[in-house]
């Protein structure tokens, strides 16, 4: 079993930056693609953005393309969303996820999932 706390959400104006962190334990993740997805209040839940394994390859919404960075450290057991530019719009609920194999935009490819970290961008 993996399991993902997600943390560094909070309230911030629009143009300004923040930083998620997704840490793992248990089974090691260093092997797992992983995701970052999020969920605005009355919406679904949407693709953000996911790497591979070794992070060398990453997928982007073009919603946030050029605006979110997803990284992971080199012991890769956490994962980042690095955010700036932000816009109201982003305000979400960010979900991290992991999976065996390559990386996915599709949430039902994930195998475990984190609690999720409120952002909350102000205009």
């Known amino acids: 079993q993996v399991q993902l706390v997600e943390s560094g959400g909070g309230l911030v104006q629009a143009g300004g930056s923040l930083r998620l962190s997704c840490a793992a334990s248990g089974r090691t993740i260093s092997m797992y693609a992983m995701g970052w997805f999020r969920q605005a209040p009355g919406k679904e839940r949407e693709f953000v953005a996911a790497?591979?394994?070794?992070?060398?390859?990453?997928s982007y919404a073009d919603s946030v393309k050029g605006r979110f960075t997803i990284s992971r450290d080199k012991g890769k057991s956490t994962v980042y969303l690095q955010m700036v530019s932000l816009k109201p719009e982003d305000t979400a609920v960010y979900y991290c996820?992991?999976?065996?194999?390559?990386?996915?935009?599709?949430?039902?490819?994930?195998?475990?999932w984190g609690q999720g970290t409120l952002v909350t961008v102000s205009s």
């Open positions: 790497c591979n394994w070794s992070g060398a390859t990453t």
């Open positions: 996820a992991a999976k065996v194999g390559a990386l996915s935009l599709v949430q039902s490819s994930y195998d475990y």
